[in-house]
């Protein structure tokens, strides 16, 4: 019955696609600034960073400082005149932006009207047809699938009929839950083609957190696959997604795509086979015509408090800044390959793996699979087979493949590697080194880039000034566009005075405001209020701190919440990090601060040692001591130092501090849902070295 289903939908599909068949083989939908920008990195390369035409036309700009001060003293000139040239508009707009940053009231693009997927898609199928637009790196190497821009317009309007036909509406927030894959490029696409905004949902989420953010954006449609394959194994999202649902009295329907073909109990007149959907569809779909400030998606972030926050997006500006700052950031060029390994269910996914590369026509990788499988050599091989020019994921990825032998890298071919970027959390020195050392043999730029689920896109990352410019560790430069401000955030008399000069550290804000800014917390604009806008009045606060070196550039000290205060004396838990990192036995480590009755807060650092470490933990314990003492000072010296099999981590490779500091405080009990993390059980290991260390 099922094979001769799928044969019916294969030949349904066949016909129905004008283009070639591998378009969408449903039984497995797995086949389907002017000259003065260029520079010359330090250390590194030739390269050239690729320059900013439209810069040409602006007075007086001679250098990237030029160029970077023209966008802050007429931002309207500068966004405007990229706004011209980098998107398409069915109408363009009548004015540049309405901003108020005390008010938290942030409009780019005014009267202008567009269409997202138009720009992303149509646009490069009137020209290049042909080009690849996304290579599915699926979870077992040597399997990839290519899918050309005609390919993928023609299944995005299949899928946007298909929600047509269900009668999903402009306005109506779609939830996807599916692993990274053509389809699910091509749901979020066809989402943004009837203005339906999307809200994808990391397929890793629980039920729970996935029937969580379904009631809170009340939504009707939820679009998932059978299964899904990671690192050799099957996860059932359809069945999280069933009990999950079945805490959703507004789902109306839920569409099922394929990934395996396992058959799975589908519920009458609630679930849809979305292959056999989509290939009664026509291939054309006309394009909702949005305005500017029509949401575009929304996607759910944790705050240090509360429930997760919708953050939304909406359609122009954000589309702008993610085009932007891909091209600028990476240098994407005409014939590159681009792999940001990021899941779709992140900000990341969506700038990086799909609006930003698909705006500017570049080929896409789409990467389904796990760093180490089917070994540590993972990403290097792909690295080789498919050409990849750049490379961008979390530093927590690099900590991990560094405790491995580095012939896992050098056995690969990696000449065609130009930038290697990094976001997410603080790249520590040692683990900055081995990327690019290592991976990218010293000829490759290091593009640490900071931001944020609220920003849109990238905030700060190095672009060298001038030829053989010093290339640090950090995100270091502001965007064009942007400018940071930091703040006093110590109590006392100056708290909340702003920081200038060089040599500060402080709270990280933002004071122009920029096109691709969140502009609410979806139902909670109250909310948005509080936590961006009005902590430092007129500007953006980021809940991050950041110190302004003596040169200007910028550093990233962490979350403000994981600031710890010793005895009166401020440090990141990131420093003392970093200085652990360095120890030669050592692969990653984690500290919090936990209450001492004298000192206010000590520092408890877990640390897990490279894999093969057999020496004496207290030997090791000592020598961390000694380096931390060393590299910062006595006060940073942890008070305790556990040597650990792992780290409480989400899914998406960030440590889970507050379970840690519960750890540290015999509070085991109120550890609360775990079942998020990547590995639950590591909770259990560490819980049971804690107490043994007392
Ligand atoms: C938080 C945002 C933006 C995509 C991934 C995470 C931390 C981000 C860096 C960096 C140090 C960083 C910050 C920020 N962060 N990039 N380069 N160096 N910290 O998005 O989940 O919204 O998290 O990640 O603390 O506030 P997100």
């Known amino acids: 019955m099922a094979a001769a289903l799928l044969k019916t939908i294969d030949r349904a599909v066949k016909s129905s696609f004008s283009i070639r068949t591998s378009v969408f083989p449903p039984a497995r939908f797995g086949r389907s600034v002017a000259r003065c920008l260029s520079t010359t990195p330090a250390k590194a390369s030739v390269q050239t960073t690729t320059p900013m035409p439209e810069a040409d036309g602006f007075p007086g700009v001679h250098t990237h400082q030029d160029l970077y001060d023209f966008s802050l003293r007429e931002p309207d000139t500068f966004w405007g005149t990229l706004a011209k040239s980098r998107i398409q508009w069915i109408k363009s707009f009548d004015r540049v932006s309405d901003c108020d940053m005390s008010a938290g009231k942030i409009e780019w693009f005014l009267g202008g009207q567009l269409n997202v997927s138009v720009n992303t898609l149509d646009r490069h199928v009137q020209k290049m047809p042909d080009k690849v637009a996304l290579i599915w790196e699926r979870d077992e190497p040597g399997t990839e699938v290519r899918i050309t821009y005609r390919e993928l317009l023609a299944m995005t309007c299949q899928l946007a009929n298909t929600l047509r036909s269900h009668g999903v509406k402009k306005g109506d927030r779609v939830c996807i839950y599916m692993p990274n894959s053509p389809i699910a490029v091509a749901a979020m696409q066809a989402c943004a083609r009837i203005g339906a905004p999307h809200s994808v949902v ?106 997760p926050k919708g953050i939304l997006h909406t359609q122009a500006g954000y589309l702008l800044y993610a085009t932007m700052t891909s091209k600028f950031a990476f240098d994407i060029r005409e014939d590159d390959i681009f792999s940001c390994v990021a899941d779709i269910g992140w900000i990341t996914g969506h700038s990086y793996v799909v609006y930003g590369p698909l705006s500017n026509g570049a080929t896409t990788v789409l990467f389904e699979s796990i760093p180490t499988y089917p070994n540590p050599g993972r990403y290097w091989e792909m690295v080789e087979r498919l050409k990849i020019n750049q490379f961008y994921l979390a530093p927590t990825a690099v900590r991990l493949l560094l405790k491995f032998d580095e012939s896992w890298v050098k056995k690969y071919d990696r000449s ?52 053989g410019a010093e290339i640090l560790h950090g995100p ?15 109590p006392g008399p100056d708290q909340g005075k702003e920081l200038t000069g060089k040599d500060v550290s402080g709270a990280l804000c933002v004071r122009k405001p920029w ?79 936990t209450p001492h009755e004298v000192k206010g807060e000590v520092p408890y650092a877990f640390v897990i040692l490279k894999e093969g470490v057999r020496r004496d933990e207290e030997d090791i314990a000592k020598e961390l001591k000694d380096l931390v003492r060393k590299t910062i000072a006595a006060y940073a010296v942890p008070d305790t130092i556990l040597i650990t099999p792992g780290l409480p981590k989400t899914r998406s490779g960030k440590i889970m501090r507050r379970i840690l500091r519960k750890i540290s405080t015999d509070k085991e009990e109120e550890l609360g849902d775990v079942s998020t993390l990547a590995e639950p059980s590591v909770v259990d290991a560490i819980v049971q070295s804690h107490k043994a260390y007392k």
């Not at 020195?429 to 609220?454: H, I, K, P």
């Open 202 to 307: 990391f397929a890793g989420f629980s039920a729970d957190a996935l029937a969580s953010r379904i009631q809170d954006a009340n939504c009707e449609t939820v679009i998932t696959t059978d299964q899904a394959v990671r690192g050799g194994k099957v996860i059932e999202l359809k069945k999280t997604v069933d009990d999950a649902v079945a805490n959703c009295p507004m789902v109306k329907r839920v569409l099922v795509a394929q990934r395996t073909g396992k058959e799975v109990p589908m519920k009458h007149n609630l679930d849809f086979s979305l292959e056999e959907d989509m290939c009664r569809q026509s291939t054309e779909c006309t394009p909702e015509i949005m305005d500017s400030e029509d949401p575009l998606f929304m996607l759910y972030t944790s705050g240090s408090t509360g429930k």
């Open 416 to 467: 065609t590697l130009r930038k290697l970027g990094c976001v997410g959390e603080p790249l520590n020195v040692e683990a900055g080194d081995w990327y690019s050392q290592v991976v990218g043999e010293g000829r490759c730029d290091l593009v640490d880039t900071w931001w944020q689920t609220e920003t849109g896109g990238i905030m700060i990352t190095p672009r060298p000034s001038q030829p």
């Open 476 to 490: 270091m430069r502001p965007f064009f566009g942007i400018e940071p401000v930091l703040f006093n955030d110590e």
């Open 515 to 593: 096109p691709g800014i969140a502009r609410t917390i979806f139902g909670d604009h109250e909310r948005y209020l509080d936590t961006y806008f009005r902590p430092y009045p007129g500007t953006y606060f980021s809940g991050d701190g950041a110190h302004r070196d003596h040169k200007g550039y910028y550093h990233i000290t962490g979350r403000m919440d994981d600031v710890i205060n010793i005895s009166g004396h401020r440090i990141g838990t990131a420093e003392i990090e970093d200085a652990m990192d360095e120890h030669h036995d050592v692969a990653e480590t984690a500290v919090i601060g």
